[in-house]
């Protein structure tokens, strides 16, 4: 018999999905019954049976405070119309609120945990600075939900390590499914004979931008003809705008891939990650990485093989390994060739993650 999921996340969705998220939901459909739990995007078409959708709220600094405030009704609803076997959940913060609605709904529905990245980061180092006031009260909620929830999955050495002093193993370690298509579409183009650095993330507190915009100007005074180009948009703006770079907030991935191709390397000067997916796609564009000793990323870059690691928050480490780089073409031909030999182990196919996936409700019922 098929197990029937309910996936829960604060992930915004459009509908009718777009194709490269419609083959991941597919391949997990034909594997078990699903049904998903999420927000719905500023634009949507609806159409999919398979989406439980909450609509923005206004103003729009209260709608992730709605969100996780109904959350365990909205979980608690579900459980009792549809009831599922097992609640997978995005972050401890879903989590929480699944494992508050599986006594309010008297289920027995197992409760999984996907843990991404540190979850503190949502309080100290995204959005408003108010957040931090929040840490008293979500930092023992996570732990608690981590700690009770019925099976954990880690995605990385780095997310495995945040789990174990709480007394926790992960039952599975792999990672997200990344649609690669766009960057796998054909061979890695030759390096440009030009110095190009490319940003690509959300700008965000935790990807280190104000430190990439510290140690931009020395680059460009060490590194004749270097440039510098941002991909990306978010509460960061200042940090980026002083620094004559070429600034596009939102590119389609084909885009990406042909911003990676212009690149030499892209830069990742992030406080914290879970499993940078940009580092992937550079890697399948035969890319190397300077980026920094926080996370995830020392998971996928490997410090002299397929990029430079330098520590977080020091803008002199980062423009120094950016000049070296830069100025050494024969370390950036290695560097991109280990790159290119790097992306290997961290491509699937959606079917490949659906069974993975598959693997750990069974193990979550078995327990």
Not at 109 to 133: C, F, I, M, N, Q
Not at 166 to 181: I, N, Q
Not at 201 to 208: A, I, Q, S, T
Not at 256 to 265: G, P, R, T
Request: neutral net charge.
């Amino acid at each position: 018999m098929r197990p029937h999921v309910l996936f829960v996340g604060r992930t915004r969705y459009r509908l009718p999905l777009d194709p490269s998220l419609a083959r991941k939901w597919d391949a997990l459909g034909d594997a078990m019954d699903v049904h998903v739990l999420a927000r719905a995007a500023e634009r949507n078409g609806g159409g999919d049976a398979r989406f439980r959708l909450a609509r923005p709220v206004r103003p729009r600094a209260l709608d992730g405070a709605a969100f996780y405030v109904t959350l365990p009704l909205r979980i608690a609803r579900e459980l009792r119309r549809d009831r599922p076997d097992v609640v997978m959940t995005q972050s401890p913060y879903e989590a929480a609120a699944a494992l508050a609605a599986r006594r309010l709904a008297g289920s027995e529905a197992r409760v999984v945990v996907e843990l991404h990245g540190d979850w503190r980061t949502a309080t100290r180092l995204y959005g408003s600075p108010l957040r931090r006031a929040l840490e008293p009260l979500t930092e023992p909620v996570a732990r608690a939900a981590l700690r009770r929830a019925d099976v954990v999955r880690t995605i990385s050495g780095y997310t495995t390590d945040l789990i174990r002093p709480l007394g926790r193993e992960p039952a599975a370690v792999f990672p997200a499914y990344v649609d690669l298509s766009a960057f796998r579409a054909r061979p890695p183009a030759p390096l440009p004979d030009a110095p190009r650095v490319l940003f690509v993330g959300v700008l965000e507190r935790y990807k280190g931008v104000d430190v990439l915009a510290e140690a931009w100007p020395a680059v460009a005074d060490r590194v004749e003809g270097a440039t510098l180009r941002v991909v990306g948009n978010g509460p960061e703006t200042t940090a980026i705008e002083g620094l004559g770079a070429r600034w596009d907030r939102r590119l389609a991935p084909d885009e990406v891939a042909q911003a990676l191709d212009e690149a030499s390397l892209l830069v990742l000067p992030s406080r914290s990650e879970g499993l940078p997916r940009i580092a992937i796609e550079a890697f399948c564009r035969g890319r190397p990485i300077v980026g920094t000793r926080a996370g995830g990323t020392p998971d996928i870059v490997e410090d002299g093989v397929s990029g430079l690691l330098v520590p977080p928050e020091d803008p002199r480490a980062l423009a120094d390994a950016l000049v070296r780089c830069l100025s050494d073409r024969t370390l950036l031909e290695r560097l991109a060739d280990g790159a290119r030999a790097s992306a290997e182990p961290w491509l699937q196919t959606p079917e490949e993650f659906a069974g993975r996936i598959l693997d750990l409700v069974e193990h979550a019922l078995e327990r």
